[in-house]
């Protein structure tokens, strides 16, 4: 994972592989908002969390990202200080 996070950091990611990216998010988007169960469960995530604009919005914005936002971002927030790194240990009979 460490080199896979370097290698963001130091190298720009293709725009092909930005390209593949916003197609499958695209399809994701799309096929999860087929039906009418899909389309609440995401207008409510979403008002959790930002807004309904960010929903009708975020294809658009999606498909603005530059290599050099991936870097910029992996380099401001993929910080070894910033890890969270939890542990799972089972109690119990399985243990």
């Known amino acids: 994972m460490d080199k896979e996070i370097q290698k963001l950091q130091d190298v ?9 990216a916003v197609k499958q998010a695209r399809a ?3 096929y999860g908002s087929e039906n009418i169960t899909n389309q609440a469960f995401w207008m409510g995530y979403v008002e959790i969390f930002a807004s309904y604009d960010w929903f009708t919005n975020y294809l658009d914005k999606l498909a603005k990202v530059t290599p050099q936002d991936v870097q910029r971002v992996a380099r401001k927030y993929f910080q070894p200080k910033s890890r969270v790194i939890g542990t799972y240990i089972p109690k119990g009979k399985e243990a």
Do not use: G, Y
């Open 12 to 20: 720009l990611v293709s725009s092909s592989e930005i390209k593949r």
């Open 28 to 30: 994701v988007f799309a």
